[in-house]
């Protein structure tokens, strides 16, 4: 029975991993689209998408939604190092 519970651990504890690792990259796009953002001409439009429909922003409109995203994916990405630190006890606790 403690096997099947750390396989099930190893499987959770992968799915977190993935999670993660797939948030940090989405960090690094923003950092990019950041850079082209700052770095942009005065005269570049730039777009966002809701939905299904497409509107224009200022370029202070998508600094400040690339830094309210980042926010939420360093609060998800703790949240989510937490959850690692968690089953990676668990794991040596029935190892023990």
């Given at each position: 029975?403690?096997a099947?519970?750390?396989?099930e651990?190893?499987?959770?504890l992968q799915?977190?991993r993935?999670l993660r690792?797939?948030?940090e990259l989405?960090?690094?796009e923003?950092?990019y689209?950041?850079g082209?953002?700052?770095?942009?001409k005065?005269e570049?439009?730039?777009?966002?998408s809701?939905?299904?429909?497409l509107?224009e922003?200022?370029?202070?409109?998508a600094?400040?939604h690339i830094?309210?995203?980042?926010?939420?994916?360093k609060r998800?990405?703790?949240?989510?190092?937490?959850k690692?630190r968690?089953?990676m006890e668990k794991?040596?606790?029935l190892?023990?």
């Amino acid at each position: 029975m403690e096997a099947v519970k750390a396989y099930e651990l190893q499987l959770e504890l992968q799915q977190v991993r993935e999670l993660r690792k797939t948030l940090e990259l989405k960090m690094k796009e923003l950092d990019y689209a950041e850079g082209i953002i700052t770095g942009a001409k005065s005269e570049r439009k730039i777009y966002r998408s809701f939905s299904d429909l497409l509107v224009e922003i200022t370029k202070e409109e998508a600094i400040e939604h690339i830094e309210r995203t980042r926010l939420a994916y360093k609060r998800e990405i703790e949240r989510l190092r937490g959850k690692e630190r968690e089953i990676m006890e668990k794991l040596s606790k029935l190892r023990v």
